[in-house]
């Protein structure tokens, strides 16, 4: 607080106070003065011949930009063996090492600069303090930064005035958020997955079993450059979980991926449409449908989602219509803003700002979590430390609350961006040029820990085994920092000889009978993946044409915790005999009354009768053992009598329905426990002709 206030107070010592720190902090640099490439200084004709050849080589790739950086370092270096008391060579190894995953690199070299030659170029301090920064020395950074803008005039000083005092308002941040360690692990994903060269933006299915990320690798589709940044064009990679940690990844070519700029920006949570990012029009958003094992050729998305602006970064809500994405489209708080819009009958609304969400900065990688209210996304406003952080709210009542930065080490002074969380709330996925990359970004698993006690259920082994590079941690101890409040119910659709089928699978609010969404298995595998946010009452049905449509109920608390479900659905084909459970058919206790909740499970059976004229129906009610046979087999009538009735009277016709109670005496769980109870409580139909 001292040193604040005299710099605030003497700033024409600022100079000799950054000096003093210079020889404070670099102990091991020896005296010594710029040393140009000139042959009076070596003796060493050939070799300096090579230097020279070297610095020119990588100084040329350094004036092309950030895309020649690494480049450019590997000549440099070389010069630097051979001259490494020159001031230009260290402060252009300098400025290329801050533009790679080795920026704690730069400080050495860019702090020899300042030694030998300390105005060897104008903007050495702002690099110096933009070095400290990156590896969080917030304190000497605020110095560097603010001896910068003094150094600048009038004009130069009003241009990066702003500039630099945000970088010095994140840095003081910064010095808050390190006070308080997030309880994670952060592990790179290995070559498995990441590579030398820029790997991110990283989507993930909700149960974790499949993996998309953008890389620029040289083996691109068409192994070219952006002539604009000189780095390779990106192209989408998928890798699918396997066993241990292990990874299958593979690199599709046409339709998913091009000869130019392909980015993958979203993913449903069953996987199954993908958002890919396409730089045509200012930057638009394209989909793509997994039909069996083939992505379906991407198409834009339509105005008002697209437009002659910029849109980018997308996430889709676990109900398959709300849709989360990026854009600078005038409207915007800032520079890029997160928007939403909804799909009803194919149609997109009228994207919504969320303006108590973004900030005169850009915000850029949302994601909306399958819990389908806590919206993840990175920013450069709000309380960052540095670049891009990332931050969540979450949706109460319609309305998002106060951004919350999650912390270090999950941000950095760097760039932190495209985080995404699986739906048990374990692990999160994110790219970042941090300390521990193979060469430049990279994707990161982070694990969050707590202390729990050990878990009775397989989620126990669950964490255990995804966190098995972690050997030296017990992890049947530990759970998700927050727990989501959801089901995550996979598996697959299968007739009953075990072949795997495309079926539709519909999820209703049983207590407003509105349809939330509408999802498809895969035709391939018949599998599927839906996610059921906590706090309504679903009704499933499952249906094709052909078969007997399937019946589900998940009534889930508001604040369950997360739960995965595995569970097969089998299909029968319409025939006599066949046998379907009607599971979101309620009654009030002891009583034949219909609930309206009923309703939305009714009405499958009317449009099931319609399409299948030729088809009559028992319907059956059935009980648990509790109270006599007498009194259970006249409820049991009674509710089937109660379908019937209700059957009839939306117009099918009473030739075709017959009604019958069994009381207790064909249960399909045992009566010893409440839950196998609940099952045999059931109202079930049979077909009995088929004209």
């Not at 100084?59 to 895309?67: A, D, P, Q, R």
């Amino acid at each position: 607080m001292l040193l604040k206030n005299i710099l605030n107070k003497c700033d024409k010592y600022l100079k000799f106070i950054v000096l003093i720190l210079f020889f404070l902090q670099s102990k091991n640099i020896i005296l010594a003065q710029d040393v140009p490439f000139e042959s009076n200084y070596f003796s060493d004709a050939e070799g300096l011949k090579q230097a020279k050849k070297n610095y020119k080589t990588g100084s040329t790739l350094f004036i092309k930009g950030e895309g020649y950086y690494n480049e450019a370092l590997e000549y440099l270096l070389k010069a630097y063996q051979f001259n490494p008391d020159n001031a230009d060579l260290n402060y252009k190894i300098g400025i290329c090492y801050l533009n790679t995953s080795f920026k704690e690199k730069a400080l050495e070299h860019l702090e020899r600069a300042y030694y030998l030659k300390h105005d060897v170029h104008s903007d050495l301090n702002f690099y110096l303090a933009r070095a400290y920064h990156l590896n969080m020395n917030f304190d000497t950074a605020i110095i560097y930064y603010k001896t910068f803008i003094n150094s600048l005039d009038t004009k130069q000083k009003t241009k990066y005035l702003a500039e630099i005092n945000k970088y010095i308002q994140e840095c003081n941040n910064g010095k808050e958020l390190i006070k308080y360690s997030e309880k994670v692990m952060i592990d790179n994903l290995g070559y498995s997955i990441n590579s030398i060269y820029p790997d991110y933006a990283p989507v993930i299915s909700a149960d974790e079993s499949m993996l998309i990320f953008t890389s620029r690798r040289p083996t691109n589709m068409g192994e070219m450059r952006d002539p604009q940044s000189g780095k390779f064009y990106e192209d989408i990679y998928i890798a699918y979980l396997e066993d241990w940690g292990k990874w299958k990844l593979e690199h599709p070519e046409e339709p998913i991926n091009s000869i130019y700029h392909d980015a993958a920006i979203g993913l449903s949570p069953d996987g199954q449409t993908l958002y890919l990012y396409k730089g045509t029009n200012g930057g638009d958003i394209y989909v793509s449908y997994l039909k069996g094992s083939n992505w379906t050729n991407p198409v834009p998305l339509p105005y008002p989602i697209n437009t002659k602006y910029h849109e980018s970064s997308a996430s889709l809500g676990p109900d398959g219509k709300t849709l989360y994405f990026v854009s600078d489209r005038p409207g915007s708080v800032g520079g890029r803003d997160i928007w939403m819009s909804k799909n009803n009958n194919n149609q997109w609304s009228y994207p919504i700002n969320l303006t108590n969400i973004n900030t005169p900065y850009d915000e850029e990688g949302v994601f909306i979590h399958p819990d389908g209210k806590t919206l993840y996304f990175s920013s450069k406003g709000h309380n960052t430390m540095g670049g891009y952080d990332i931050f969540k709210s979450t949706n109460n009542n319609g309305k998002w609350s106060k951004p919350i930065n999650l912390g270090y080490p999950i941000n950095t002074p760097d760039d932190d961006l495209y985080y995404v969380l699986s739906a048990s709330g374990i692990h999160a996925y994110i790219s970042s040029s941090r300390k521990g990359t193979l060469g430049d970004q990279d994707i990161f698993m982070i694990t969050y820990l707590i202390a729990k006690p050990v878990m009775p259920s397989s989620e126990a082994n669950f964490v255990a085994w995804r966190a098995h590079p972690l050997q030296d941690i017990k992890f049947e101890n530990f759970i998700g920092e927050t727990s989501p409040s959801l089901i995550l119910w996979k598996g697959r659709v299968m007739d009953e000889m075990g072949n795997p089928l495309e079926a539709q699978i519909i999820l209703t609010d049983n207590e407003t009978g509105e349809q939330i969404s509408e999802f498809y298995s895969n035709s391939e595998t018949g599998k599927f993946l839906v996610s059921l946010p906590g706090g309504k009452n679903y009704g499933v049905a499952v249906k094709k044409m052909g078969y007997l449509f399937h019946s589900e109920n998940f009534n889930i608390p508001e604040n369950a915790p997360f739960k995965e479900v595995n569970k097969d659905i089998i299909l029968k084909k319409i025939a006599i005999g066949a046998e379907v459970i009607l599971n979101n058919i309620f009654f009030d206790f002891n009583k034949a009354t219909l609930r309206p909740e009923s309703k939305t499970e009714l009405e499958n059976v009317i449009e099931f009768l319609q399409q299948n004229p030729n088809v009559s129906l028992e319907i059956s009610g059935h009980t648990d053992n509790v109270g006599s046979y007498e009194y259970n087999l006249n409820l049991s009538e009674k509710r089937a009598q109660a379908v019937v009735d209700y059957l009839i009277q939306q117009g099918i016709p009473p030739s075709r329905l017959v009604y019958k109670g069994y009381s207790y005496t064909k249960p399909i769980a045992s009566n010893s426990t409440e839950e196998g109870r609940q099952l045999n409580r059931r109202v079930e139909f049979k077909i009995i002709k088929v004209n």
